[in-house]
């Protein structure tokens, strides 16, 4: 486990808690969520990691991305810069949105699909997770499209994998055919 992931929760959770304190959650929250995705940049990754860029220098690179935040998030990241913590910011960005997502019963929902699927769809496959307990009524969901399913759709709830696509069903079929001795002795 690196540092910056060993320092990552007491440093969301005090943000977060903060946030709460003053009524600025909502504020908050959306540009955490801005900074976790500006953060899969490998350039700002770098800048953050970089021991030979200042403090100074990097605060003002901060403040052009992220100029616009809340005034507790500016703050925040001005802290976690001075303490030489800024490195973690990503992984900070992270485990504060998993803690906001638990506070607020926010359950995250991966939709793969062999094609784009329509809201219609996605919006029954929400209705039968909620219904049989699988996800909370508040859902955060990221649609992705892999042809290579052929058709169908996979969904990500938590740690449980649902597949129902056409790629899993022709793998499973093929294991049968091989597995099945009748086949086998028709040669």
Do not use: C, W
């Amino acid at each position: 486990m690196s540092a910056a992931t060993r320092i990552a929760t007491p440093y969301a959770k005090s943000l977060l808690d903060l946030a709460r304190d003053q009524g600025q959650i909502d504020a908050v929250t959306a540009d955490v969520r801005h900074l976790a995705a500006s953060s899969k940049n490998e350039d700002l990754r770098n800048l953050m990691a970089s021991p030979i860029v200042t403090g100074d220098k990097k605060l003002k690179v901060f403040d052009q991305l992220f100029g616009g935040y809340n005034k507790i998030t500016t703050a925040f990241i001005k802290i976690v810069t001075d303490k030489g913590r800024e490195e973690a910011l990503p992984e900070i960005a992270e485990a504060f949105m998993a803690l906001f997502r638990e506070e607020r019963n926010i359950s995250i929902v991966k939709i793969t699909s062999a094609a784009p699927m329509t809201d219609e769809a996605i919006d029954r496959i929400k209705t039968k997770l909620v219904m049989g307990g699988l996800s909370n009524n508040d859902i955060e969901l990221e649609r992705v499209v892999d042809p290579s399913l052929i058709g169908g759709f996979v969904v990500e709830v938590g740690d449980r994998l649902y597949d129902a696509s056409a790629k899993s069903q022709l793998a499973t079929l093929r294991k049968e055919f091989t597995g099945n001795l009748y086949v086998n002795n028709i040669r």
